[in-house]
T-cell receptor
Framework: AQSVAQPEDQVNVAEGNPLTVKCTYS??????LFWYVQYPNRGLQFLLK??????LVKGSYGFEAEFNKSQTSFHLKKPSALVSDSALYFC?????????????FGSGTRLLVRP | NAGVMQNPRHLVRRRGQEARLRCSPM?????VYWYRQLPEEGLKFMVY????????ESGMPKERFSAEFPKEGPSILRIQQVVRGDSAAYFC????????????FGSGTRLTVV
């Protein structure tokens, strides 16, 4: 069965500092991995995905994530945080052999960037 | 392109009533997914549909919940005889055929059962 773990409920960082939001996954086959962001009372917005190829994936708003197969991780990173990055972040995984195409989401990590 | 449209945005129902949530996928998207988000929790998969077919309903409660995606018109998530525990945000997402694409999410329907 597929699963995603986001071990931190909340991450606090000062504006201008680098940020990391952690994600580990479990699938029986190979993963497709995604990051989404949710602002208050809004739907989820796509940030980036890993399908194949380069392990470092660049996405929207200056975010990037690194796929690490040996550690089954896909941590989200940004070199310099902005106050406007404060939101709820979700990691999601899909097993490429899962014919239903469904994404399994982690429980979310709240990012708080203080001025 | 209007994106994924969900309506209503907010829905209040008394216990025992029926709730109908609608979702129109993005143009060109033939796959629809419904997720539920309880307060302060992540998204839980409910059901995956294609036109006129339920592909995976492994996340749907066995009773009171049903979903459809007819040949014409939006996808409908129907909750019969709602209870307080059904209060949540319900999100619809759509994607094109093929599994390498992420989803596009709607803004959600916030159901409150009073």
């Amino acid at each position: 069965a597929q699963s995603v773990a986001q071990p931190e409920d909340q991450v606090n960082v000062a504006e201008g500092n680098p940020l990391t939001v952690k994600c580990t996954y479990s699938v029986s086959g190979n993963p497709y991995l995604f990051w989404y962001v949710q602002y208050p009372n809004r739907g989820l917005q796509f940030l980036l995905k890993y399908i194949t190829g380069d392990n470092l994936v660049k996405g929207s708003y200056g975010f990037e994530a690194e796929f690490n197969k040996s550690q089954t991780s896909f941590h989200l990173k940004k070199p310099s945080a902005l106050v406007s990055d404060s939101a709820l972040y979700f990691c999601a995984v899909r097993d490429i052999w899962d014919s239903s195409y469904k994404l399994i989401f982690g429980s979310g990590t709240r990012l708080l960037v203080r001025p | 392109n209007a994106g994924v449209m969900q309506n209503p945005r907010h829905l209040v129902r008394r216990r025992g009533q029926e709730a109908r949530l609608r979702c129109s996928p993005m143009k060109g998207h033939s796959h629809v997914y419904w997720y539920r988000q309880l307060p302060e929790e992540g998204l839980k998969f409910m059901v995956y549909l294609q036109k006129e077919n339920i592909i995976d309903e492994s996340g749907m409660p066995k009773e009171r919940f049903s979903a459809e995606f007819p040949k014409e018109g939006p996808s409908i998530l129907r909750i019969q005889q709602v209870v307080r525990g059904d209060s949540a945000a319900y999100f619809c997402a759509s994607s094109p055929p093929g599994g390498t694409y992420g989803y596009t999410f709607g803004s959600g329907t916030r159901l409150t059962v009073v």
